[in-house]
């Protein structure tokens, strides 16, 4: 059963244009998320979060939407720089409950942005 | 210090050996965790230490055995490992057991076995 879900397996933007990319959950017990960002061979880089008493965090380029009522969430990346292009993986928490910080990923979306 | 560091970065041994992979931070974090990554799969949880506790085992193989000695190490002991273990072990540390504040990750070992 996967809990954390990313549907696009993969994203291409032109620089400059706006990137989004999507997750969706099941477990209505998480109520903290985490957007990373991978280079293969290397470890997740930490991008941005949320929590579930909010519905939107901005960092910079980045924002991340919360929906609870849908189970949804979305980091907006703006704009976008070929730099940006790596794989993005979704993490959700159960902070409130006995998980002990373990993080569930989806998938991941690999986003290539163009020159 | 922000980093966690993990050594080697690149391990390759046979079914037989006895390896150990070693995970270090000194941000002061007291929760440390491994996951397993196999190739275009999404981290998976392994194990969690709180105050150098082990407090959650997601039903791993024995042939993996994590240790860790003090609030800053955190060791991965493999032995008998199968053709299928090979994958990216990745170590992370966060800040308060329970919380994911902070949580930051290493490089990763990655880990072949013929």
């Known amino acids: 059963d996967q809990q954390v879900k990313q549907n696009s397996p993969s994203l291409s933007v032109q620089e400059g244009r706006i990137s989004i990319l999507n997750c969706d959950y099941t477990?209505?017990?998480?109520?903290?998320f985490l957007w990373y960002k991978k280079y293969p061979a290397e470890g997740p880089t930490f991008l941005i979060s949320i929590s579930s008493i909010k519905d939107k965090n901005e960092d910079g380029r980045f924002t991340v939407f919360l929906n609870k009522s849908a189970k949804h969430l979305s980091l907006h990346i703006v704009p976008s720089q070929p730099g940006d292009s790596a794989v993005y993986f979704c993490a959700a928490n159960n902070a409130g409950g006995t998980s002990y910080g373990k993080l569930t990923f989806g998938q991941g979306t690999i986003l290539t942005v163009h020159p | 210090d922000t980093e966690v560091t993990q050594t080697p970065k690149h391990l390759v041994m046979g079914m037989t050996n006895k390896k150990s992979l070693k995970c270090e931070q000194h941000?002061?974090?007291?929760?440390m965790y491994w996951y397993k990554q196999k190739a275009k799969k999404p981290p998976e949880l392994m194990f969690v230490?709180?105050?150098?506790?082990?407090?959650i085992n997601e039903s791993v193989p024995s042939r993996f055995s994590p240790e860790c000695p003090n609030s800053s190490l955190l060791n991965l002991h493999l032995h008998a490992l199968q053709p299928e273990d090979s994958a990216l072990y990745l170590c992370?540390?966060?800040?308060?057991?329970?919380?994911?504040?902070?949580?930051?990750f290493g490089s990763g070992t990655r880990l072949t076995v013929v």
């Open positions: 477990n209505s017990m998480f109520d903290y």
């Open positions: 941000m002061g974090h007291r929760a």
């Open positions: 992370a540390s966060s800040q308060v057991p329970g919380e994911v504040y902070g949580y930051t």
């Open positions: 230490y709180s105050y150098e506790k082990l407090s």
